[in-house]
């Protein structure tokens, strides 16, 4: 039987991650994968990663993760922002993965047909903890505790002034095109982050929250028919539902944190046919 699966933050950059993306295979031959962001900060990797997937599931589908658009020191290619992400797009398609920026993929398998949208959303500082009223003083706050996200040094946001000002262009584009898509089908959108924020509401430092989504898509799930929101980024799987929607987050994470678990790392999660709840 034909599946929909999904995995995020591969984090390939550790050679124990590596060894985990070459043994992803497909449980049939005609299975589709979605990779939910952070595959790694080289862009070399990116293309190792992708086009080995590629080669073995009938389609890959990957919306950009933080660390993708990292322009990181050790990587030959020191591109930035929006023309960072178009660079990484076009080698996507060259490898024949699906991007934010390709129509919409209808999948047909059981509990189908369901329309395929992996998103490019970002973040902008909205998701703060209660009572702080702006971002300036959530970063305060932020880099007083020492918790600050890499993003802040080498996610750069050009030609935009602000990342948040990237994901406010970033947002109305996808609202277009979600509102544009084929009317009647429900939706599984893949985004690196949560499109509401309660999943960040366990996270370890709750002031890292801020560079874990939007508020402006807080409705997304209510308006674009989800079926099942596709997310990773808090290195923290699991299985949620808000208002009747499934959401998953679909991580593999740092050896650090998969060491511990006494599930075996680099499972895909079944996103369709639905995994039978257990009783
Ligand atoms: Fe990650
Ligand atoms: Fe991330």
């Not at 946001?157 to 095109?177: I, L, Q």
């Not at 740092?254 to 709840?277: D, K, N, V």
């Amino acid at each position: 039987m034909t599946s929909l699966l999904a995995i995020s933050d591969l984090h390939i950059g550790y050679q124990e991650n590596r060894r985990i993306v070459e043994e992803l295979r497909p449980v049939s031959a005609s299975d589709w994968l979605l990779v939910a962001g952070d595959v790694s900060e080289k862009v070399s990797d990116v293309e190792w990663a992708l086009g080995l997937l590629a080669e073995r599931f009938e389609k890959v589908v990957w919306a950009p993760g933080n660390h993708e658009l990292w322009t990181h020191p050790s990587d030959p290619v020191q591109l930035r922002g929006e023309e960072r992400y178009r660079h990484l797009v076009e080698l996507c398609r060259n490898l024949g993965v699906t991007t934010p920026e390709d129509p919409y993929l209808t999948w047909t398998g059981p509990e189908g047909p369901v329309t395929v949208a992996p998103l490019f959303v970002l973040y902008d500082y909205t998701f703060r903890m209660p009572g702080v009223a702006t971002k300036e003083e959530a970063l305060a706050i932020a880099y007083d505790k020492g918790v600050v996200c890499t993003d802040e040094m080498l996610l750069h946001p050009d030609p935009y002034p602000t990342r948040d000002a990237w994901c406010e262009a970033r947002v109305a584009e996808t609202e277009r095109r979600l509102e544009a898509r084929t009317p009647g089908v429900p939706t599984v959108l893949v985004n690196h982050y949560p499109l509401v924020r309660d999943p960040t509401l366990v996270l370890y430092h709750p002031e890292f929250a801020i560079w874990c989504g939007t508020e402006r898509t807080a409705d997304w799930h209510l308006r674009f028919d989800v079926h099942t929101m596709v997310y990773g980024h808090l290195h923290i799987p699991r299985t949620t539902w808000y208002d009747g929607v499934r959401f998953e987050e679909v991580s593999l994470g740092y050896p650090r944190e998969w060491r511990p678990r006494s599930t075996p790392p680099g499972r895909l999660r079944h996103i369709l046919p639905s995994p039978q709840p257990v009783a």
